[in-house]
């Protein structure tokens, strides 16, 4: 049986803003109010009979909705975002959310930000379909530590109503 959660509805929503290096229109900082959609699906168990509790899953999506909100996303691993001191290679995500600011440049132009006001993600892209595969793999890993009754999980993250992309996952045995 599957379980549905509406973003909208349920509150998992998060306001950010972004920059994908590159692109036409989105290649300039702008911001999205998104809203996550999550499904998942397994068997029913436990005292009662449930797939998953649905507090559960909306706590821990909320979580994550709560870090990226009013922040500027700032993916780590793209090529294209030349960050101020720091080889991906060598260097940890810490050591920027331990800087005062971030400097980075992108194409010829350059950007300085207090580091409080980011969140540096793990990612090469802060596209919908690269937040959708975060959402989905945190909280399949999350889940993981308290079910084992789970098969999949989906998640959509749109930006705005009309567009988003979804990432499904199988749990692993
Ligand atoms: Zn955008």
Do not use: W
């Amino acid at each position: 049986m599957k379980i549905l959660i509406n973003g909208i509805q349920s509150n998992l929503r998060f306001s950010s803003a972004h920059i994908i290096p590159g692109h036409k229109s989105c290649g300039f900082i702008h911001g999205h109010s998104y809203f996550v959609d999550v499904e998942i699906e397994g068997e029913r168990t436990g005292d009662f009979d449930f797939v998953v509790d649905f507090n559960d899953v909306k706590k821990y999506t909320k979580a994550i909705c709560d870090e990226l909100d009013h922040r500027f996303l700032l993916p780590v691993y793209n090529d294209l975002i030349d960050i101020k001191d720091f080889d991906i290679k060598k260097d940890s995500i810490f050591d920027l959310k331990n800087q005062k600011s971030v400097y980075f440049k992108i194409g010829g132009k350059g950007y300085s930000i207090p580091s409080v006001d980011c969140v540096f993600l793990p990612l090469p892209y802060s596209s919908a379909e690269e937040l959708a595969k975060f959402f989905a793999e945190t909280l399949a890993k999350k889940l993981s530590e308290s079910y084992d009754n789970l098969d999949y999980i989906s998640v959509c993250v749109n930006e705005g109503i009309g567009q988003g992309a979804q990432f499904s996952k199988n749990f692993v045995e």
